[in-house]
């Protein structure tokens, strides 16, 4: 048997709630994640819980996966408290807080000739990240290389976007594009970037291995970025749209360069 907290005061409550705070759980090296699905995916990707807290009506969640949690300080609230811990509209009654994943120092190659990576240059909205990681998951992508002024990756609304993705593909931070851009040309990876005066993308104008940037949603890639890159492509648009967001044109680049895999 757990006590139930019904006390919005008590410590514990105001300890999950203030760490549901993107910015104070980072400064503590975690993650506040909400919702059975992403804790679970969360748990079976190896990831450290330190603490666990459910609604009452979820306290079997602690039983399922007691064995994940047999270190971690487990905390079961009131409905109400629940409520006041997480931001959803409809809580599911389950949320966890647990060490922060590392994000990769060092770009991996699998030098196998399917090699796809995307690199995100100072993209902000958590929305387009968690889409592009399920992405680069979907597609088995080697990696997702992001530059410094990306958004956090664990950002909640990236975490949610990702429908937990950002667990199974390797997450990289660079300084700046360059530091990828030196890597790519010494692993003989080709680098592409969209711009308008490009070739139209097809999979006979592409190849793997190969890694595609996406900038900034209001000022897209640089031009040192667009200049220094291999490839110029673009998404040819017969509609009224004078433009795509990041996560699709990085869906349509993504989907062409799988199809173009040996």
């Not at 950002?155 to 990702?162: A, D, F, T, W």
């Not at 006979?204 to 492509?233: H, M, Q, W």
């Amino acid at each position: 048997m757990y006590e139930v907290i019904r006390s919005k005061d008590n410590q514990k409550v105001k300890r999950l709630t203030a760490l549901h705070d993107r910015r104070k759980a980072s400064k503590e090296g975690l993650v506040f994640i909400e919702g059975v699905r992403l804790c679970e995916d969360a748990l079976k990707s190896q990831c450290v819980p330190s603490m666990v807290c459910v609604s009452e009506k979820q306290v079997s969640f602690l039983d399922k996966y007691a064995d994940a949690f047999e270190h971690a300080e487990k905390v079961v609230v009131s409905q109400e408290c629940f409520a006041k811990i997480c931001s959803t509209v409809n809580p599911q009654g389950v949320a966890m807080v647990v060490q922060e994943p590392d994000l990769g120092a060092e770009i991996p190659f699998r030098d196998n000739g399917n090699d796809i990576y995307v690199v995100l240059e100072a993209l902000q909205d958590p929305g387009n990240m968690g889409t592009i990681i399920r992405l680069a998951d979907a597609l088995d992508f080697t990696a997702v290389v992001m530059t410094s002024g990306c958004v956090d990756p664990y950002n909640e609304k990236v975490l949610r976007s990702s429908m937990g993705s950002v667990w199974h593909v390797p997450l990289i931070k660079v300084d700046d594009a360059r530091e990828a851009l030196d890597f790519f040309a010494a692993k003989a990876v080709t680098t592409m970037a969209m711009e308008l005066n490009g070739e139209i993308l097809t999979t006979d104008v592409v190849r793997t291995p190969a890694a595609y940037f996406i900038g900034n949603e209001g000022n897209g890639l640089t031009s040192e970025t667009i200049n220094s890159c291999d490839l110029k492509v673009k998404i040819p648009m017969p509609g009224k749209a004078e433009s795509l967001n990041a996560a699709s044109a990085a869906s349509i680049m993504g989907y062409t360069l799988h199809c173009a895999r040996k």
